[in-house]
T-cell receptor, first 113, second 114 residues
Framework: DTAVSQTPKYLVTQMGNDKSIKCEQN?????MYWYKQDSKKFLKIMFS???????INETVPNRFSPKSPDKAHLNLHINSLELGDSAVYFC????????????FGSGTRLTVV | AQSVTQPDIHITVSEGASLELRCNYS??????LFWYVQSPGQGLQLLLK??????LVQGIKGFEAEFKRSQSSFNLRKPSVHWSDAAEYFC????????????FGDGTTLTVKP
């Protein structure tokens, strides 16, 4: 049983399209995150939700909209995709609201053509 | 603001040799420190973490790390590297008042020679 699962694993789409990535965790963690890893493997936080409430919203284009229907799920919707959005997007979860270490999903590789 | 520096972009070691990966951090208060490993095509896996107490922490897969406050360092070590340790290693810094936000270093790529 995967602890943090993301779907899809790969996503290839054309510029201008809208796409969503889904994430689910079965660890009972309170906090979930979206991280972006670029082609140089740099990791940058995008969003964080604690018990369905947005607590971190970094400088991310508003074409990116996270949604957390419950504390076990955090989805990422991206409108009007651009070439620069190509990256690997990781979902992660952690206990509480402090930084106690993350459990990561296996990532979604998004390629915009 | 917190930051992490991993001075070595790429390290190559022979199988069976010892390993040390360097990590330096900047944080105004007592940091929480982490090491993660990322195998190709995979997500990151937490190897070990330091919150307080004993400055030498043991992790999974035979790794350990030592927190040195005077040097603002948290170096990762392994006495004998296996070919399966080839991966990308990330150091991260956070805190319990940080809304869970970790800042990651740029990573060190480890290659293991047979």
């Amino acid at each position: 049983d995967t602890a943090v699962s993301q779907t899809p694993k790969y996503l290839v789409t054309q510029m201008g399209n809208d796409k969503s990535i889904k994430c689910e965790q079965n660890l009972g963690h309170d906090t979930m995150y979206w991280y972006k890893q670029d082609s140089k493997k740099f990791l940058k936080i995008m969003f964080s939700y604690n018990n369905k409430e947005l607590i971190i919203n970094e400088t991310v284009p508003n074409r990116f909209s996270p949604k957390s229907p419950d504390k076990a799920h955090l989805n990422l919707h991206i409108n009007s995709l651009e070439l620069g959005d190509s990256a690997v997007y990781f979902c992660a979860s952690s206990q509480g609201t402090g930084d106690y270490g993350y459990t990561f999903g296996s990532g979604t590789r998004l390629t915009v053509v | 603001a917190q930051s992490v520096t991993q001075p070595d972009i790429h390290i190559t070691v022979s199988e069976g040799a010892s390993l040390e990966l360097r990590c330096n951090y900047s944080y105004g208060a007592t940091p929480y420190l982490f090491w993660y490993v990322q195998s190709p095509g995979q997500g990151l896996q937490l190897l070990l973490k330091y919150f307080s107490g004993d400055t030498l922490v043991q992790g999974i897969k035979g790794f350990e790390a030592e927190f040195k406050r005077s040097q603002s360092s948290f170096n990762l070590r392994k006495p004998s590297v296996h070919w399966s340790d080839a991966a990308e290693y990330f150091c991260a810094v956070g805190a319990n008042t940080n809304a869970g936000k970790s800042t990651f270093g740029d990573g060190t790529t480890l290659t293991v020679k047979p």
